[in-house]
């Protein structure tokens, strides 16, 4: 966070770009969610075509199921006609069996009256075409029962081997679905988050630009005298803020950032004093740092206190050197209590430690 105008312009820029590629990001996800969407869409009509056709196929099968009824009641009206050949030619087999024990020449030449000879003939030859014929029919119905049964259980494994094959697909359309949802729903939750970064970074880009305004207006209506020697002359030689260890010096490493100042241990409420004569131009609550009040010293020297727990005075006020300003604190989210010290030149952070005395 920046402590000058210089500082705070270059934050503002930094910020605009990181909203730029939360914007750009966000757009991206938008086109993702969009395709997911789209193909979550065909999905769902693939589903429904597969379900209609495994409606279609139940419907079949109900219909094969009325058909093998019809069939089961053909094959017992077989069978019953069966039964009742098998006995027709048991009879007649019966009847040969008599007349195969006594010689059928044997017969006509016994019979002395022509009619009778020419009927016992017509009857030998009619059992003859009687047995022949209904031994035809009894296998011609034999192979009518066999093919029924055959196409039944060829129709049957058709239809159900389909309605299997529709499962697996309606099974596999499934899961694919259930994979798109999740994927936009965690394209809908980063996009979310994504909003809520760009909407707080919007915020503190705001924020930044009222505070650089706040503090180009207070340059202005400054009579600070310039005087480049006035606080270069006292380098090594200004008094310590607070009393206290320094528990993170300048340029120590904190999540991945140089660290551009010096925390000193302090207690709660303990006073925090100027170590210069200036004018205060900023005087408030900032992200990161809790209240924080500025000292502008002329020639592009400027000094920042944070983390307190109060802040005494208001911008505008000038203030001399060893006057109380503030009390230390931990604002700003930190377990630490102390005061966060730092020192910009021309918008550049300086360390602290050579500009103060030995303590």
Request: proline share 3%; aromatic share 6%.
């Amino acid at each position: 966070m920046a402590q000058d105008p210089q500082a705070t312009a270059a934050q503002i820029e930094r910020l605009k770009r990181e909203i730029h590629q939360l914007q750009s990001s966000i757009s991206q996800r938008s086109t993702r969610q969009r395709s997911e969407q789209q193909a979550l869409a065909n999905a769902e009509r693939e589903i429904g075509r597969v379900a209609a056709d495994i409606r279609k196929t139940d419907q079949e099968l109900a219909e094969l199921n009325q058909n093998m009824a019809g069939l089961q009641s053909q094959r017992q009206s077989l069978e019953r006609q069966l039964t009742e050949r098998r006995e027709l030619i048991q009879t007649l087999l019966r009847e040969q069996y008599r007349q195969g024990r006594q010689p059928k020449f044997q017969l006509l030449l016994q019979q002395q009256n022509p009619d009778q000879l020419e009927r016992m003939l017509k009857y030998f030859d009619r059992v003859n075409r009687e047995l022949s014929e209904q031994l035809r029919v009894y296998q011609d119905q034999l192979n009518r029962l066999t093919d029924t049964r055959q196409s039944i259980g060829a129709t049957e494994a058709s239809i159900l081997e389909r309605r299997e094959r529709l499962q697996a697909e309606q099974s596999r359309l499934s899961a694919a679905r259930a994979e798109r949802e999740k994927q936009i729903k965690e394209l809908a939750e980063q996009q979310q988050r994504e909003q809520r970064q760009l909407a707080q970074k919007q915020q503190d880009q705001e924020q930044l630009q009222q505070v650089l305004a706040q503090i180009q207006r207070s340059l202005e209506l400054s009579n600070l005298t310039r005087d480049n020697q006035t606080f270069a002359s006292l380098r090594g030689k200004l008094p310590w803020p607070i009393q206290g260890a320094v528990s993170r010096r300048f340029g120590a490493q904190h999540s991945g950032v140089a660290f551009e100042g010096l925390l000193v241990r302090a207690s709660q409420g303990a006073d925090v004093k100027a170590v210069h004569h200036g004018r205060v131009v900023f005087s408030d609550w900032l992200r990161g740092y809790g209240l924080v009040l500025i000292l502008d010293h002329g020639s592009g020297y400027m000094s920042l206190y944070g983390h307190n727990q109060t802040l005494l005075k208001e911008p505008g006020d000038w203030v001399s050197a060893g006057q109380v300003v503030a009390t230390a604190g931990n604002s700003g989210g930190h377990e630490e209590v102390g005061l966060y010290f730092a020192i910009r030149h021309n918008g550049r952070p300086v360390d602290p430690s050579v500009w103060l005395t030995k303590p």
